[in-house]
């Protein structure tokens, strides 16, 4: 088990300066900061936020205190307070909290990556979530290997590895993690997959959340091909798109530029029905005064003389 860790982390053998490993203090990150001190001795701090969301979270921040004392590897805390806005979901805006405080002490201390302990067993249950909201490959591939967030490098190492597996490893080791009791509240639909589907679709499929975990690389690997298409056809439409030129493109193409152009200007695909809305007005828009306008996140896209524009909320602000 240490060797097959260990080859998880040899990716990044190379990398130059020091690494962080974001631990919450639950088995899966103590696991990836325990493997990665033996590996990179030296090299390696800890980074720990403290959302203050539960009573067990001065518990967290103690164990991984005194783990990080133990090891003598540096640890950086972060006590942070996740405010949501009226509608949105409080454990998004924790977890967005918690990217931009492991992205600011990364800068702060120089870390040059951050390395998360999401594994196998999440990333099936991400793409089954994924499915349950009729998502395409995008949405299919799950969480990245690999992404930069706030100007920082992070990356998930443990993505092939099983929990169960991480779990057992700590306790041959005899190494002590905290269980997080909100994880067995069944409300929260991730945890009802955890519980319920993941171990009804495991047990008469063995090597189920492998195959997830594979067929969500060749998602991505699909994803970035249909990115590397959408590059293509929006340079030949120009910046922004003019709408003739998105009019030569096919049904498929046209939507699949659409989805890389607003992620890219609003920060945000579009709806299903919001793409299909704004495809047939792109296709309709044969006359001067055809007006364009679809909401898409906080702007909208308006048709601005031959071209789309997309108008975030404070340029809509301006123009009112």
């Known amino acids: 088990m240490n060797e097959r860790l260990q080859a998880a982390l040899a990716p990044w053998d190379a990398v130059a300066g020091p690494l962080a490993v974001a631990c919450s203090g639950g088995a899966d990150s103590v696991a990836l ?5 033996r590996r990179w001795p030296g090299k390696v701090a800890a980074v720990h936020v403290n959302h203050g969301l539960q009573a067990a979270a001065a518990d967290f921040e103690q164990l991984v205190t005194a783990t990080s004392a133990t090891l003598g590897v540096p640890l950086h805390i972060r006590r942070v307070v996740a405010a949501h806005a009226s509608g949105d979901s409080p454990e998004d805006a924790a977890r967005q909290a918690r990217y931009r405080a492991l992205a600011d002490m990364a800068q702060t201390h120089d870390l040059s990556h951050v390395l998360l302990a999401q594994h196998a067993d999440d990333q099936a249950e991400t793409v089954l979530l994924a499915l349950s909201r009729g998502a395409g490959v995008s949405g299919l591939a799950g969480m990245p290997l690999e992404m930069v967030r706030h100007g920082v490098h992070f990356v998930r190492p443990w993505l092939t590895q099983r929990s169960t597996d991480l779990r057992a490893w700590l306790t041959a080791q005899g190494q002590a993690w905290c269980d997080d009791p909100s994880n067995q509240d069944t409300r929260y639909t991730r945890n009802r997959l955890r519980h319920t589907v993941l171990p009804a679709l495991d047990t008469p499929f063995p090597g189920f959340v492998a195959c997830v975990a594979r ?9 970035s091909l249909l990115d590397e298409l959408a590059q293509i056809d929006l340079l030949q439409t120009g910046s922004p798109p003019a709408i ?12 699949n530029a659409l989805r890389h152009w607003l992620r890219t200007e609003a920060g945000r695909a579009p709806s299903t029905a919001q793409l299909h809305e704004l495809m047939a007005q792109i296709r309709d828009c044969r006359t001067r005064g055809h007006r364009i306008a679809i909401k898409v996140g906080e702007g909208q896209v308006l048709r601005e003389g031959i071209r789309l524009a997309y108008l975030g909320p404070v340029r809509q602000g301006l123009e009112r």
Request: some cysteine; aromatic content about 0%; overall charge negative.
């Open 215 to 223: 067929s969500a690389a060749h998602c991505a690997q699909a994803d």
């Open 33 to 37: 900061l325990l493997a990665a001190h």
């Open 244 to 255: 003739v030129a998105l009019q030569a493109l096919s049904d498929a193409r046209l939507a």
